[in-house]
Nanobody, 134 residues
């Protein structure tokens, strides 16, 4: 059974930091790339960042332009965990954040450059809410 479980969301002031975690089970970290997505109220779900199952082959990680330099994705293949460190948070970062697993990095990468998801990743987590507010 494949499971992706996010944690670490919460309320943070503008300019603050938060680290999200995604615990992955049931799939191999050597086969699946992982992406972070978010969906703000009334908006389409969008890609935030993604990391390949094989960074030597695919390069990266990769980020949506609006979070470049503020967010950092990392992966612990031994623990099968993926993290999203978020700094200098802004009110517009408020959203439910999801991690997703997909064999094709291109599916996740495309989500970073479009306003809506064209092709759904294979597996999704249930999401964790991040609220940036004073």
């Amino acid at each position: 059974q494949v499971q992706l479980v996010e944690s670490g969301g919460g309320l943070v002031h503008p300019g603050g930091s938060l680290t999200l975690s995604c615990a992955v089970s049931g799939i191999s970290s050597d086969t699946y790339s992982i992406g972070w997505f978010r969906q703000a109220p009334g908006k389409e779900r969008e890609g935030v960042s993604c990391i390949s199952s094989d960074e030597n082959r695919d390069g990266g990680p990769y980020y949506r332009e609006s979070v470049e330099g503020r967010f950092t994705i990392s992966r612990d293949k031994v623990k099968n965990m993926v993290y999203l460190q978020m700094t200098n948070l802004r009110p517009e970062d408020t959203a439910v954040y999801y991690c997703a697993a997909e064999k094709l990095l291109a599916v996740l990468y495309r989500g970073l450059h479009t306003e809506r998801i064209i092709r759904q990743p294979e597996y999704w987590g249930q999401g964790t809410l991040v609220t940036v507010s004073s």
